[in-house]
T-cell receptor
């Protein structure tokens, strides 16, 4: 069964360093998402991506964040200069997308980012 | 803005007990409503959904009914099993949002004891 994969499963970095979180969405899906969950808090929407551009972003997704689909399979989230408060579980999701109706979002297992 | 509120966890039940996890929402228009489940070490999986008022979503013995009058989408199961131990998330997708983002509640941890 197709699934969304994410690497690494756990990333430890020093404050101020750049990190790139990687995701491989399901191959025929068209919409891609990043969410994050700070320990003990809600899962929060960060950004959605369609047709090689950002379709929506939350107020959390400031200039320190960027997303890219560098090839036909990967979808990345970059944090340019990490802060302590960026420590969280980051989830990637994808959905097929079709006119009319809702398509299920399929989530990856998450990358736990720890900023020291 | 749109939001989802779930009952606080953790919820601890004995096997075969009845389960209710409350979920209420605030949204404009007619959002789609979802329950996602996260088993230990895994990603979020869609458990069930409802896209319009009075719809009932069901899957694996779980049910939830979209109640617009009370803005609720409570999750129920008649007889829980140890394997149902997980974190359950209620979520909505706003009507106005074509990109399909999800707005989640805080999650409710369920622990089922044999």
């Amino acid at each position: 069964e197709p699934e969304v994969t994410q690497t690494p499963s756990h990333q430890v970095t020093q404050m101020g360093q750049e990190v790139i979180l990687r995701c491989v969405p399901i191959s025929n899906h068209l919409y891609f998402y990043w969410y994050r969950q700070i320990l003990g808090q809600k899962v929060e929407f960060l950004v959605s991506f369609y047709n090689n551009e950002i379709s929506e972003k939350s107020e959390i997704f400031d200039d320190q964040f960027s997303v890219e689909r560098p090839d036909g399979s990967n979808f990345t989230l970059k944090i340019r200069s990490t802060k302590l408060e960026d420590s969280a579980m980051y989830f990637c999701a994808s959905r097929m997308g079709a006119a009319g109706g809702y398509n299920e979002q399929f989530f990856g297992p998450g990358t736990r980012l720890t900023v020291l | 803005g749109d939001s989802v509120t779930q009952m606080e966890g953790p919820v601890t039940l004995s096997e075969e007990a009845f389960l209710t996890i409350n979920c209420t929402y605030t949204a404009t228009g007619y959002p789609s409503l979802f329950w996602y489940v996260q088993y230990p070490g895994e990603g979020l999986q869609l458990l069930l959904k409802a896209t319009k008022a009075d719809d009932k979503g069901s899957n694996k013995g779980f049910e939830a009914t979209y109640r617009k009058e009370t803005t609720s989408f409570h999750l129920e199961k008649g007889s829980v099993q140890v394997s149902d131990s997980a974190v359950y998330f209620c979520a909505l997708s706003p009507t106005y949002n074509q990109g399909g983002k999800l707005i989640f509640g805080q999650g409710t941890e369920l622990s089922v004891k044999p």
